[in-house]
């Protein structure tokens, strides 16, 4: 148990759908992060928020709008996404150097 | 351009044995490096770091070495296990206030019984 939770761990959209991916992590830290994973690729940061501040935005594109409430949640809204999308995307936490992660959430656009 | 390689996607490897994994990098202005393991259906886990202020650091049977002339830096496994078994990214930074890490794509370990 990580302590860093994703829901939904499977989603499959149409690319006119709307959906949101939940992040919950109840370890006091203070930086949430979204990454994505593509088949054969780097992990990708997307996000970093710190504080609920956003402080990095890794040039994604504005059909992944991410929402931090609390130092405890973090959302990642999606729109319009295209079938390059499908990855697995991963939520983080951090309080110093060492990232810890959720278990993803398998996301499939057709 | 991927800043953090890790050029062997996959690795065998006899119980009891070494495991090699390695990871190379191209900023010169990465400090601090960090392996993950992952579990399929998991995400990654932390297993080891190092700063740039060191060239080793060793953690039970797990041992980073860094290369900062080289730009290269190895996880040693030893002895390895079948539970060993997962992929492994290396993941380096700047600047550890940024919170920004820069990953490899994996290299999938298996160790064989």
């Known amino acids: 148990e990580t302590g860093v939770t994703q829901t939904p761990r499977h989603l499959v959209m149409g690319m006119t759908n709307k959906k949101s991916l939940k992040c919950e992590q109840h370890l006091g830290h203070n930086a949430m992060y979204w990454y994505k994973q593509s088949a054969k690729k780097p992990l990708e940061l997307m996000f970093v928020?710190?504080?609920?501040?956003?402080?990095e935005n890794n040039s994604v594109p504005s059909r992944f709008s991410p929402e931090c409430p609390n130092s405890s949640h973090l959302f990642l809204h999606l729109h319009t996404l295209q079938p390059e999308d499908s990855a697995l995307y991963l939520c983080?936490?951090?309080?110093?150097?060492?990232?810890?992660f959720g278990p993803g959430t398998r996301l499939t656009v057709l | 351009d991927q800043q953090v390689k890790q050029n062997s996607p996959s690795l065998s490897v006899q119980e009891g044995r070494i495991s090699i994994l390695n990871c190379d990098y191209t900023?010169?202005?990465?400090?601090?490096f960090l392996w993950y393991k992952k579990y399929p259906a998991e995400g990654p886990t932390f297993l080891i770091s190092i700063s740039s202020i060191k060239d080793k650091n060793e953690d039970g049977r797990f041992t980073v070495f860094l290369n900062k002339s080289a730009k290269h830096l190895s996880l040693h496994i030893v002895p390895s296990q079948p539970g060993d078994s997962a992929v492994y990214f290396c993941?380096?930074?700047?600047?550890?206030?940024?919170?920004?890490?820069?990953f490899g794509t994996g290299t999938r370990l298996k160790v064989l019984a």
């Open positions: 993941a380096a930074s700047s600047d550890s206030g940024t919170y920004k890490y820069i």
């Open positions: 983080a936490s951090s309080k110093e150097d060492e990232q810890f």
């Open positions: 928020y710190n504080f609920k501040e956003q402080t």
């Open positions: 900023n010169s202005m990465f400090d601090y």
